[in-house]
Nanobody, 122 residues
Framework: QVQLVEAGGGLVQAGGSLRLSCAAS????????MAWFRQAPGKEREFVAA???????FYTDSVKGRFTTSRDNARNTVYLQMNSLKPEDTAVYYC????????????????WGQGTQVTVSS
């Protein structure tokens, strides 16, 4: 069992940056694949980025070159650095964890944080 707590959301102008963090409980953080998803009002939850146990990263096309995910296993924390933010990035951002291989499907993830709101104004 792992508990995830996101932080770092907020209101930012278009072109700005935010850094989200997701702190995990437990002593087996390094064994989890970690991912970020987001959900805008009236839309499905969508994959944003994921990072493997060996820190390999994957991104959805719309954030490539703007977002970077990283992990610090010593701190049990995963990060999402978001640069050049656009109004269409506005959503609740969630981190998620699973013990199997990397996936971009929300249904494949076993553990979820409570989400943090990111709002990008134009």
């Amino acid at each position: 069992q792992v508990q995830l707590v996101e932080a770092g959301g907020g209101l930012v102008q278009a072109g700005g940056s935010l850094r989200l963090s997701c702190a995990a409980s437990g002593r087996t953080f390094s064994t989890y694949v970690m991912a970020w998803f987001r959900q805008a009002p009236g839309k499905e939850r969508e994959f944003v980025a994921a990072i493997t146990r060996s820190a390999g990263t994957f991104y959805t096309d719309s954030v490539k070159g703007r977002f970077t995910t990283s992990r610090d296993n010593a701190r049990n924390t995963v990060y999402l650095q978001m640069n050049s933010l656009k109004p269409e990035d506005t959503a609740v951002y969630y981190c998620a964890a699973r013990t199997r291989s990397i996936s971009s499907y929300a249904s494949d993830y076993d553990y979820w944080g409570q989400g943090t709101q990111v709002t990008v104004s134009s």
